[in-house]
């Protein structure tokens, strides 16, 4: 059974019989995919345009070798940073401007995101009327997650008044077609920043902030390695992701990214 195809139809309150009209195939055909069979490639991307997730996600490829993933791995690591702020700004920049098909943001707070570049908002919608798919996936400010996190940093309730405070950046975003802005409450394990092919990843280590740990820029490669991981991990998180709501947002009582 296709968990992820059937998780995805649920959340988004998409029957087996609309995704068949969208991709002009029979009922039943949806019900086989359903069931573990893998459309034809057209009928995936239609799949995954319409649902607006990765293909990837929904459909993984198939698991290589360990030592085909290793040689893969390799040739995705274009360089390691020490920390966040050992990454140039030019470097944020540049992968920012040059994105043509999606920028894709999952972190807690981000805050550093907006602060070290205060045009970060038009930046984004000017390359969403470019036809740039903006995704950002912030925490959400009341959920275990968060307060989780704070406790394990030492902070408290800090995480959840920055991660309000930093999505008062975002809050122009809304209006423009072509950006989403989304609240997740998952267990967050790395920090991504995706530009088409380009990834950087920041793990977390268990009590320090995100800032702190170091950046890997990823570069995707012909074969299934690290990026698509990373890549379908973000889905996942996004597929759960609850739409950004300003007015709903309220202090927290819970107690970095």
């Known amino acids: 059974m296709n968990e992820r195809l059937h998780s995805v139809l649920a959340q ?21 995919w359903l069931g573990g069979r893998v459309p034809h490639a057209r009928h995936r991307f239609r799949v995954a345009r319409h649902l607006r997730v ?29 920390n966040r702020a050992s990454v140039p700004r030019d470097t944020w920049l540049s992968l920012l401007k040059g994105a043509q ?8 707070s981000g805050t550093f995101f907006a602060q070290s570049n205060p045009h970060v908002a038009k930046m984004l919608a000017e390359r969403a009327s470019d036809g740039v798919r903006v995704r950002l996936c912030f925490g959400d400010s009341n959920g ?4 989780i996190r704070g406790w394990e940093e030492g902070i408290g309730d800090t995480l959840a008044a920055k991660i309000r405070a930093s999505l008062t950046y975002y809050r122009p975003l809304l209006s423009e077609a072509g950006c989403e802005v989304r609240l ?22 268990w009590g320090q902030p995100a800032s702190a740990n170091p950046i890997l820029h990823l570069r995707r490669a012909d074969t299934t390695g690290w990026f698509d991981n990373y890549a379908q991990s973000f889905e996942a998180v996004w597929a759960t992701a609850r739409p950004w709501t300003p007015d ?6 819970h107690g970095q990214d």
């Open 101 to 108: 098909e999606q920028i894709s943001v999952l972190v807690f």
């Open 144 to 147: 275990q997650a968060a307060a």
């Open 54 to 82: 990765e293909e990837l996600f929904l459909w993984p490829a198939p698991e290589r070798s360990a030592l085909q993933q290793a040689a893969g791995s390799e040739q995705e690591l274009v360089m390691t940073y020490q």
């Open 12 to 32: 988004r309150g998409i029957p087996p019989e609309s995704l068949a009209e969208v991709c002009e195939v029979d009922p039943k055909t949806v019900s086989r």
């Open 184 to 205: 997740h409450d998952t267990t967050l394990y790395t920090s991504m920043f995706r530009y088409d092919n380009n990834l950087l990843v920041n793990p977390h280590v």
């Open 248 to 253: 709903q947002e309220g202090p927290s009582s």
